[in-house]
Structures are given as structure tokens and as C-alpha cells.
């Protein structure tokens, strides 16, 4: 996972979470299993939308690079709210 999002630490204390429901209701083999499909499809949206966030941060193209910098604070917070809301958003 890239650290566009800044979520390392945050997914961390999600998966003890669910870990330690999953393992404590299920035991360890059913636990672990039950862990990856619980885990697997969010842990996979923030790679994506960390990925996502990061590419322009890594452009290298002097006009890309000065396109991205005039337009991104023109563009309005509600689309990087929409877009980001299930990075920061987490229920059990």
C-alpha cells in the first residue's frame, strides 16, 4: 500500500479488529479464513485509491506537472470528499 492516503497504521488497527472478532468467534482456522474475505475487498479499494491519489504526485513531465499543480486547487473538495470517503470511513 502507498502512503498517499495515510492509511498504514489505520488499516493496521482494522485488521486486529476484525482478526480478533473473527479468531474469538470462529477459532484460528475459520478466523483466518473468515479474516481475508471480511478484509480482502476493502484492503484492495485503498491500495487502488491510494495508487490513484499518488500517480500525479509522481508525474515527472514539466507540462503535466504544471497542468496538475494550476488545476488541483481549482478543483472542489467535494470530489476528493466523495471520492475518498470509503478510505476513511469504517464500521465492524
Known sequence: MTPNLGQGACQALEDAVTLAQAVDALGVRAGLEAYDHARRPR???IVRRSR???AAAHWTSTPLTALRDAVLPLLPNVLFDRSLTPAYTWTI
Do not use: R
Request: aromatic share 0%; charged share 0%.
Open 43 to 45: 484492503t484492495q479499494l
Open 52 to 54: 490513484q491519489v499518488g
